[in-house]
């Protein structure tokens, strides 16, 4: 049985044309892309510039040699392939489960397509009911902003390493994985009152972002869904 992650990924890859400036998110998922992408400049001559959304994928995207650009010098990209940890039937979505939520989310908001790669496990009726949020915040602000996040009706864990140490992220903040009772009843909302916390970076709401899903199945199959 094929995985649906490597379904997903090598799918969604197809996308990218000769000339394009390409987002590359992170994940297990987007692994398969960037060998797949990879593979088709190797056979088909595919000339593209990548931003990468982390310094995993970074270090990914150069060994399988896959040509990179700084996010400075682009002002557009014409195309990003990102996973995702949960996402609903109007592509809202939870990410930040490999804590490049904040590079991500630039990386999307100068794309003018997004499209996202997962397995049939990841499409829910309702954000944050399976999975907890990440919010990126600011060490020092940490104490402050475990409190607002509770008056927000969250449950917040400071994330940790396997070693059991706190987790850095690439910008050198630390994450919150925020559990919602009932999960989120509106995340416009939520998003809205998280960002008016001093402290807080970025969060794992990625809202209105998303144009192209691509579900990966057990059986094999990849289903396309575009946005309405
Ligand atoms: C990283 C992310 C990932 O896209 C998300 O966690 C999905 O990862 P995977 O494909 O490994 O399940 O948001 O910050």
């Known amino acids: 049985m094929k995985n649906p992650k490597e379904l997903a990924g090598r799918a969604a890859a197809e996308l990218v044309r000769d000339g394009m400036q390409v987002g590359l998110g992170t994940g297990s998922t987007v692994h398969f892309t960037l060998v797949r992408i990879a593979e088709r400049i190797h056979d088909?001559?595919?000339r593209i510039l990548a931003v990468p959304t982390s310094e995993d994928t970074l270090r990914?995207?150069?060994?399988?040699?896959?040509?990179?650009?700084?996010?400075?010098?682009?002002?557009r990209l014409d195309l990003?392939?990102?996973?995702?940890?949960e996402i609903d039937g109007r592509f809202d979505m939870i990410k930040g489960g490999g804590g490049a939520l904040l590079r991500e989310k630039v990386v999307a908001s100068i794309s003018a397509r997004?499209?996202?790669?997962?397995?049939?496990?990841?499409?829910?009726?309702r954000l944050g009911v399976r999975f907890k949020l990440p919010v990126e915040v600011v060490p020092f602000a940490a104490p402050v902003v475990a409190r607002a996040l509770e008056a927000l009706g969250a449950r917040p864990t400071l994330r940790k390493t396997a070693a059991g140490a706190t987790f850095v992220s690439d910008n050198h903040n630390w994450i919150f994985d925020c559990a919602f009772a009932n999960?989120?009843?509106?995340?416009a909302r939520l998003d809205q009152a998280l960002k008016r916390v001093p402290g807080i970076v970025e969060t794992g709401l990625f809202l209105?972002?998303?144009?192209?899903l691509f579900i990966g199945c057990a059986d094999g199959r990849v289903e396309v869904r575009e946005k309405k």
Do not use: M, S, W, Y
């Open 44 to 46: 088909e001559g595919l």
């Open 114 to 125: 997004e499209a996202i790669v997962v397995g049939e496990d990841k499409v829910v009726e």
């Open 60 to 75: 990914k995207a150069r060994e399988l040699g896959i040509p990179l650009v700084e996010l400075g010098r682009v002002e």
């Open 208 to 212: 209105g972002l998303a144009h192209v």
């Open 80 to 85: 990003t392939i990102d996973g995702a940890d």
């Open 183 to 187: 999960g989120i009843e509106d995340a």
